[in-house]
């Protein structure tokens, strides 16, 4: 099996073009605040960011989403997938995909070995989990994004195999990652940023070289 690649936090078109040139294998579209990379539905909507992405998974990111919300930003992009990073319960999970019809990814800050026990609660009701830097608890943090890598060597004794690698990911050290963790994908998006919320190309095409190359090399 290869490693799914995922390019997150892309509010631009071009930002879609450019990750789809290098070879991004799933997008991410935030619809959450804060963060200096929310997108609006609206916006998504008038510049055809479902037609743009239409060759490649086509993930919305939401934290504790209301319905209205959710279904709209899903069809603005035509999602194929959605990700929870908020404090959705396993019944909310099962709510929402019952209402999307999609494959639910939910994601966990990790901060300590006992972080990964909440993940016991979630096999029946999600698809695919997603390993983070564990954010701030204050209501209005940003919970996602953050630019900062958590102790991979929680996920030493993870069994699960359905799972991406989140946090501080970059060009320097997207090997270790993939080499500590052996995750089914990563999911990347400040550290492929000249700024905040601005994709940077080259960054991108490097991140996703170093990480297949090696991959493919070691793994497949």
Known sequence: MSLKIKICGLSQPEHIAMS?????DMLGFIFASPSPRTL???????????????NVERIGVFVDPEDNHLLRSIKAIDATMIQL??????????????????????????GSKNDLEKTNNYFSSVDYFLYDAKPSNAPNAQKGGLNKAFEWGFLEDCNLKNFFLSGGLNIDNVIDAITQTKPMGIDVSSGVEKQPGVKDEKLIKDFIKTAQSFYKENYE
Not at 43 to 50: H, I, Q, T, V
């Open 20 to 24: 789809l040139r290098s070879g991004a």
């Open 40 to 54: 609006n539905p609206r916006f998504a909507r008038e510049n055809n960011f479902s037609d743009l992405a239409r």
């Open 85 to 110: 990073h908020g404090y959705e319960t396993p019944k909310r999970c099962s709510e929402i995909k019952e209402i999307t019809g999609l494959p639910i990814i939910k994601a966990f800050g990790v």
